[in-house]
């Protein structure tokens, strides 16, 4: 189990940023994403992976409207 | 289209001769009124008490109405006004999004005050022309053309008996009238509405600007609350403002370099970051549409769900298949974000105008909600049709969005039938029957005529006539205020039901839009968190509208550092943006927190000019449940897992074995209770009673302490 913005999400092996936001369907094209605090660069979507336990924050910037 | 017998039938009513002068940082310094009543044309001052406490746009309309109107002041009595004014940062060139308006009026929806903004180049011409703002007042007896000539110095009222009403007709023939060359196109503005706006509750105003490039005019549009319906009650065809030799420096700010620093980095910033985020230069505001199905905040058959598998049969790329990109589409000059999309070529379908080519601005993203996916209608065709309809007509497209599928809902339920509608079978999905209950309002006839009444009238209309329960209808009856919602399914974001029914005007996104820091992002988790984020960017939105400038370029692109910065959700650098060119205009001072100050001041006063009106309190406030979770079993059901874990987690209710009917009552028994805490907590920030009035020492903390003001509020407390 990993922390998706402070709610649980179920972990699989090999979850990378994309496959997150894949799962979550977040579309969203700006977005700020840390794993435990450390902040990850769009370029490391692909290859960053995350680690069960992990505390992951998918920032969506204000927009809309 | 025969111009010299049109411009042959006009009538010299009066004419007022005046000195254009410059600006200085910003501002005219004074304002023009205008009474078709009396035919009265007059030049007044504009104080610096009203630039220290209102500062513009927004502010200047809300206290010439505040001055015009008493509590017992009806929408369509002539002592009611429409104030349009730009704002001191209003009309600069060297910052994308600078040429915006605000409009000010009593509402035929809500019977309160409303403010509505638009781009177009009305709001930069007539401050160039030496008008901070323009009020209007009275009624004339026959229809009129109010034309402002900014280069000569004189402005007329003309009985014009012969132009068109609906907009692409109209304001192309005053064009041909007023224009001395077709090179002169470029210099003129027009303030209009269309047929409709004499028939309907929701008539909004079309601002235009002449597209040089496609030698076609093209109309935005002050649509929210019926300010158009005001428009054609006072009998007002048009305002029409000529202003030749627009340049960077109109506005005389004070520090020329510092405007021309900021506006080149926001540029550049632009060029390099909006392929790889939001394509606003490409697609405008429809990218939204995905956004919103993806995240199920798409309203589909009146809110009941936020997602539907057709929505990306009216997601971006459809509307590129259509777009005309890549000629001037901003509606201001010096617009690099370019977002005002433009159609050509497009024929007529149905209707009067049946067969014509017509040069059409594209909908925007609320446009294709309200019209479209609110209707269950996924046809890219009809919702371009309907677009532009709803603004020849004078129609506002979110609150006809709204209101129609409110009664497509109510159709389906079997609350009104055929026999009611006249016929029409106003079915989810019925694309013909939505567009000919749009020719209706137009033509005035059958059921159009009630459908233009809006949701609030309908609903006490449908309960009246025809025996239809109150509750029901209050549940699926999208308005508060009288005001139809925008086009955002708010269930998952209790923040976001707060922004549309605490907004000052009635729910409209334009003061909050929470919905990613609230339900996605879980930035605000507590009470204290929430009332915070529906203090700071109620706020920080309303300050845009004091001073003319557009949303979009604050955090529909963002510079490439944002992520790493304290607060990435306000977009700080962009802020700081605001205040750097705020302060190069107008040679103040100011910083973030006064900025907020400035907005606080005119957001407390439009607060209490509700409070003076008879409304404004927490009663106002209630919103419709649909808005907070499911109403319907089958509501329920299409997000049983979501609703059921709800009720697990956050009531430890064991959901097993329950009805349908059990879980809807429990969620919405805790969800009601969960807006009203939300209230509590956004009340006390803000500085309000319990029951939503702002405290005299609120007032006092932000000098808006006028004696006519501390009044109204001691009397209500």
Same mark, same amino acid.
């Given at each position: ?65 | ?309 057709? &929505? @990306?049969?009216? +997601? #971006? ?8 990109? %890549?000629?001037?589409? *901003?509606?201001?000059? /010096? ?93 989810? &999905? @019925?694309?013909? +029957? #939505? ?8 033509? %005035?006839?059958?059921? *159009?005529?009630?459908? /233009? ?265």
């Amino acid at each position: 189990m990993i922390k998706v913005n402070g709610r649980n999400f179920e972990w699989e092996k090999n979850l990378t940023v994309t496959k997150l936001l894949q799962k979550k369907n977040y579309t969203f094209p700006s977005i700020v994403v840390q794993i435990n605090g450390k902040f990850i660069p769009q370029a490391q979507y692909e290859t960053a992976l995350i680690n069960d336990g992990d505390d992951v924050k998918v920032i969506h910037l204000t927009s809309g409207g | 289209m025969n111009v010299e017998k049109i411009k042959a039938a006009h009538k010299l009513l009066a004419e007022f001769k005046y000195t254009p002068g410059k600006l200085d940082k910003g501002y005219a310094n004074k304002s023009l009124y205008i009474n078709v009543s009396e035919n009265k044309i007059e030049a007044k001052p504009v104080t610096e008490m009203m630039k220290e406490k209102f500062t513009g746009g927004r502010g200047f309309g809300l206290w010439y109405l505040w001055n015009a109107v008493t509590p017992e002041t009806k929408w369509n009595d002539p002592e009611n006004e429409i104030i349009i004014s730009p704002g001191p940062v209003g009309g600069i060139t060297q910052y994308p999004g600078a040429g915006k308006s605000l409009v000010v009026s009593l509402s035929p929806l809500t019977g309160s005050v409303m403010d509505s903004n638009v781009g177009g180049h009305f709001g930069p011409l007539l401050k160039f022309s030496g008008w901070d703002a323009l009020e209007l007042q009275g009624k004339a007896e026959k229809d009129v053309v109010i034309f402002i000539d900014g280069n000569a110095g004189i402005i007329r009222i003309e009985e014009a008996p012969e132009e068109a009403l609906d907009s692409h007709l109209l304001v192309e023939q005053l064009y041909e009238i007023y224009a001395d060359t077709p090179e002169d196109k470029r210099n003129i503005s027009v303030v209009s509405t269309g047929a409709a706006a004499e028939h309907i509750l929701y008539g909004m105003l079309n601002f235009s600007l002449y597209d040089t490039r496609r030698k076609a005019v093209r109309l935005k549009q002050a649509g929210r609350g019926g300010i158009g319906t005001v428009l054609r009650d006072k009998k007002v065809k048009a305002i029409v403002v000529k202003f030749k030799g627009v340049k960077g420096n109109l506005n005389n700010p004070a520090d020329f370099a510092a405007l021309a620093k900021t506006g080149i980095k926001m540029h550049k910033e632009i060029h390099a970051g909006d392929d790889k985020q939001c394509q606003m230069r490409v697609r405008g505001t429809t990218y939204l549409v995905k956004i919103m199905n993806d995240y199920d905040l798409l309203p589909v058959c009146n809110f009941k769900y936020g997602s539907h598998p057709d &929505g @990306n049969k009216i +997601a #971006a790329p459809k509307w590129i298949e259509n777009f005309n990109i %890549g000629k001037a589409d *901003g509606c201001w000059y /010096g617009c690099t974000l370019s977002c005002s999309k433009v159609i050509c070529d497009y024929e007529l379908k149905t209707g009067p105008y049946k067969g014509q080519k017509v040069v059409t601005d594209a909908p925007e993203y609320e446009t294709i909600a309200g019209v479209g996916s609110n209707c269950g209608i996924f046809d890219p065709q009809f919702i371009i049709e309907a677009n532009f309809y709803c603004d020849t007509y004078g129609v506002d497209t979110i609150s006809f969005g709204t209101t129609t599928a409110f009664l497509m809902e109510c159709y389906e339920n079997g609350i009104i039938n055929r026999q009611i509608t006249g016929g029409l079978d106003l079915r989810f &999905g @019925n694309q013909d +029957a #939505a567009m000919e209950l749009l020719h209706q309002m137009a033509r %005035g006839e059958g059921f *159009g005529r009630i459908a /233009g009444l809006g949701v609030r009238k309908c609903k006490e209309l449908f309960v009246r006539e025809y025996g239809a329960g109150a509750a029901f209808l209050n549940d699926i009856g999208m308005e508060v205020k009288g005001l139809e919602y925008a086009e955002y399914v708010s269930k998952e974001s209790l923040v976001q039901q707060g922004g549309f029914g605490m907004a000052n005007k009635g729910p409209q996104h334009d003061e909050a839009w929470l919905i990613f820091m609230d339900m996605v992002n879980n930035q605000l988790p507590t009470f204290e968190n929430k009332a915070e984020a529906l203090h700071y960017f109620p706020m920080f939105r309303t300050w845009l509208g004091l001073v003319g400038l557009c949303k979009l370029p604050w955090n529909d692109i963002v510079p490439e550092n944002n992520a790493q910065t304290d607060e990435p959700a306000k977009i700080p650098e962009h802020v700081q943006n605001y205040v750097d060119i705020f302060n190069a205009v107008t040679g103040k001072n100011i910083d973030k927190k006064e900025m907020i100050l400035q907005s606080e001041r005119v957001y407390n006063f439009q607060k209490v000019f509700n409070i003076k009106m008879g409304f404004g309190t927490r009663e106002h406030d209630k919103i419709p449940y649909r808005s907070v979770g499911p109403v319907t079993v089958e509501e329920y059901e299409s997000r049983q897992d979501r609703y059921d874990s709800q009720l697990k987690e956050l009531l430890g209710m064991e959901t097993e074995g329950k009805s349908t009917e059990e879980k809807l009552k429990a969620l919405r028994e805790y969800r009601e209770a969960q807006y009203e805490k939300l209230v509590d907590a956004v009340y006390e920030r803000r500085g309000w009673t319990p029951n939503g009035i702002p405290k005299l020492e609120t007032l006092q903390k932000l000098g808006i302490d006028l004696p006519e003001v501390v009044e109204v509020v001691q009397k209500s407390l």
